[in-house]
């Protein structure tokens, strides 16, 4: 099982949409069983960042996290969205 961190600024709106929109995706490619999704903001998991095998977030992140977490701002806006799905299945390693 898997851990995927999903975070926003405040952890709420647009990290709602992006767990909407990844659990689909996990649907779709019958991997639900295989990742444990989280949801929360930015604040309270900059010093819980290694607990994840994968974050993906909405906001800005601070320098020292960048190359651990995936933009979502595909998630929201729809563009480089199969991009976005591709990183996020290859960094999940499934």
């Not at 929109?21 to 949801?39: A, F, G, H, M």
Request: hydrophobic share 45%; with cysteine.
């Amino acid at each position: 099982m898997k851990n995927l961190l999903i975070m926003c600024g405040a952890g709420h709106a647009t990290s709602t949409i992006a767990v909407s929109k990844v659990n689909k995706w996990l649907s779709d490619e019958k991997l639900t069983d295989q990742v444990k999704i989280y949801q929360s903001k930015i604040a309270d998991e900059l010093n819980k960042i290694d607990s994840y095998d994968v974050v993906v977030s909405t906001t800005i992140v601070p320098d020292s996290i960048k190359a651990k977490v995936i933009n979502g701002l595909p998630l929201l806006t729809g563009l480089g969205l199969n991009e976005f799905f591709a990183e996020l299945k290859k960094r999940l390693a499934l």
